[in-house]
């Protein structure tokens, strides 16, 4: 008999019938996109659960950052992070300027801030760190090196839907912060994204900025693109968002089994609870040290998927290393970023995996 088949994510639906009954009204409005009125609603139940001032909802979350750069008119050089997916670098180029990659560092796998401070030259405008896997950033040492260079900060938060560092919405830091609401996330649209800014001014440019630059029927003045949420999108998240800290719950028990059988093995490092933290437990990275493990990353990744389990590569190769890129990046001095891409595997995950089905993954993981 085939062995069940568990992917490294499955999408969390709300019951059909709430959805359906949900969209029900569609057919009557027949207004299905450009800024309705679920659009509305949605952006402010999302803004009271992020606790923060204001929000932008978009198609999804490559278009807000790529939208929110543009917004904040960044020229030259930006230093980010090669730890991450492709969109991160892809919108930095996609609006014209230079990536600078800095290393990660190996605690949490976000930007390393002792690394940081050299990359910044009269070029640099902008830092765009990542909250990796929902491992939040040094905030505090951002802040400080922005300040006294003059940067603007924006934070990749695909990942960090919903978490708090002491009791402070995540969304609250930097310039701006990046949401995705992909189908994969913990809080997904199907597809979405959100920018979170306490800058009014850069709240109202993004609003126009995902509608052509319509400022009104008459007047456009910014050259935009098309990245709204339509209605059935931000249906789908007005469901999700009921039922979300039941699915946060769910996680929390996954992610703790893991622990249970995963923390304390000899040449595998996996993510801890953090203090003051409140996780969403998005996903979970294991790194293998192959020389005490004893077995390489592609070799635990071959074997569960012998056994039906796709576990993922999450982030390798390294963004600076893309095939479109060429040998562009090649320099960059990013060791530890290396080290991780080459070493880390991401378990499957989602509200969906019973404590039998982490029980059968670590199971395999650990005879070797
Ligand atoms: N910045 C960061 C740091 C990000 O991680 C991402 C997205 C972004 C920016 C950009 O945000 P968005 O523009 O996407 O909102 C997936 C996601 O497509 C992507 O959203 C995500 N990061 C990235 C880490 O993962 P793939 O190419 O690995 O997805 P795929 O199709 O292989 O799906 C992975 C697994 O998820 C499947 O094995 C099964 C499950 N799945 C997938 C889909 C599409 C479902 O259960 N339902 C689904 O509908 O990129």
Not at 93 to 106: A, E, H, K, Q, S
Not at 182 to 207: C, N, P, R, S
Not at 313 to 328: M, V
């Amino acid at each position: 008999m085939e062995e069940k088949r568990i992917l490294v994510a499955r999408s969390s639906m709300p019951p059909f019938e709430e959805y359906v009954e949900a969209i029900r009204p569609l057919w009557e409005s027949a207004w299905l996109t450009n800024m309705g009125p679920n659009h509305e609603l949605l952006k402010q139940k999302l803004a009271d659960y992020l606790q923060v001032p204001n929000l932008s909802l978009f198609v999804n979350g490559h278009m807000a950052l790529e939208l929110c750069i543009q917004a904040m008119g960044l020229t030259g050089e930006v230093i980010t992070t090669p730890y991450t997916f492709v969109s991160t670098t892809h919108a930095i180029i996609r609006n014209g300027l230079t990536p600078v990659f800095c290393d990660i560092n190996p605690k949490d796998y976000t930007i390393d801030v002792d690394k940081l401070e050299s990359l910044i030259t009269e070029k640099t405008s902008a830092i765009i760190p990542v909250h990796v896997y929902g491992n939040i950033c040094d905030v505090e040492r951002i802040d400080q090196i922005a300040k006294k260079h003059n940067l603007k900060v924006i934070y990749d938060a695909a990942h960090t839907f919903g978490e708090t560092l002491n009791g402070v919405g995540v969304g609250n830091f930097g310039d701006a912060s990046m949401f995705s609401f992909h189908a994969t996330k913990v809080f997904h649209t199907i597809e979405g994204g959100a920018i979170t800014t306490a800058d009014k001014h850069l709240d109202a440019q993004m609003y126009k900025l995902k509608d052509f630059g319509i400022k009104d029927e008459e007047v456009i003045d910014g050259i935009g693109a098309n990245a709204k949420m339509n209605e059935f999108a931000a249906i789908m998240g007005l469901c999700n968002l009921v039922h979300l800290d039941e699915e946060m719950a769910k996680r929390k028990v996954v992610v703790e089994r893991y622990r249970k059988h995963l923390s304390n093995v000899a040449g595998l490092t996996i993510m801890q609870e953090v203090p003051g933290v409140k996780s969403n437990y998005a996903y979970f990275p294991a790194v293998f040290d192959e020389k005490i493990f004893g077995e390489t990353r592609n070799d635990v990744f071959a074997r569960l998927k012998e056994h039906n389990i796709f576990a993922r590569k999450y982030f390798y190769p390294l963004t600076t290393d893309l095939e479109c890129f060429g040998d562009r990046f090649a320099s960059a001095d990013i060791p530890v970023a290396r080290y991780t891409a080459d070493r880390v595997l991401t378990l499957p995950m989602s509200a969906s995996l019973s404590v039998e089905d982490v029980d059968r993954i670590c199971d395999i993981i650990l005879n070797r």
